[in-house]
């Protein structure tokens, strides 16, 4: 379902979505995960948007999934990460790009530090 009219941000987040997560996302993933991903709700495998989407329900959930699907994913943080960097190469800096295109994003409390000049 597709609220009307899109936010900019998501404008911009599903801009090139085929070259961030190719046609359909669900087919880079492994079947145990995917498979678990869909008894909760129904993603768009085309959508940058869903698969963040997945990717933090997953994350916050990690402790309640079957130990097969935890297995397939990795550890959290590193395992975690690596099972979607190596899927979607280009997804973390497109999402990054597109935080840091928009002033409202970049300053959000949510972002601000990782934008932050402060010589940290």
Do not use: I
């Amino acid at each position: 379902m597709c609220r009307e009219p899109r936010e900019p941000q998501l404008v911009a987040l599903e801009t090139g979505a085929p070259d961030v997560v190719g046609p359909d996302w669900h087919k880079r993933l492994d079947k145990v995960f995917d498979d678990n991903l869909g008894k909760f709700r129904k993603y768009d495998g085309r959508s940058v948007q869903d698969l963040m989407r997945a990717l933090r329900n997953k994350k916050h959930h990690y402790q309640d999934l079957p130990d097969n699907v935890k297995r397939s994913l990795g550890v959290l943080p590193e395992g975690f990460l690596s099972y979607f960097t190596k899927r979607f190469p280009r997804l973390f800096l497109h999402v990054y790009g597109v935080v840091s295109a928009d002033p409202l994003l970049r300053n959000d409390a949510m972002f601000r530090s990782y934008f932050d000049s402060g010589g940290d």
